[in-house]
């Protein structure tokens, strides 16, 4: 399993590398929209573990592309902030499905969704 972690805050976003690399799972992280989609280019991610709010591109746009790219990646966006309700819901109005997590994320919380993905999610 490949895991992008996108997060505008550094310290969150390594943190959660942290987190999955002493899970035994491979993860990288990025701290924007441009960065994320250059090292989805050359990382291959089988997961995307996005905020939603970030400077410039948001995490929705961001992860379309990704999922566009690669249409097997499994996205999981996640936020803290009220402003996510309105663009989550604009983007289910145009189809996307992804689960929103709630920041902080509980690492166990996490890597239980992780551990539940089907088997294609595996690289």
């Known amino acids: 399993m490949h895991i992008l972690v996108i997060d505008d805050e550094q310290y969150v976003a390594d943190t959660l590398v942290m987190v999955l690399e002493q899970s035994g799972l491979e993860a990288t992280a990025a701290y924007d929209a441009d960065s994320a989609l250059k090292k989805a280019e050359s990382f291959q991610p ?32 996640f936020s803290g902030q009220a402003a996510t309700n309105d663009l989550v819901r604009e983007a289910y109005a ?30």
């Open 94 to 123: 145009r189809g996307v499905t992804w689960e929103l997590l709630a920041k902080p994320i509980e690492p166990e919380d996490l890597l239980a969704k992780l551990a539940a993905l089907p088997e294609n999610s595996q690289a």
């Open 46 to 77: 089988t997961v995307v573990i996005s905020d939603v709010i970030m400077p410039g591109t948001n995490g929705i746009e961001v992860c379309q592309q990704i999922h566009a790219r690669f249409p097997n990646c499994h996205i999981f966006l």
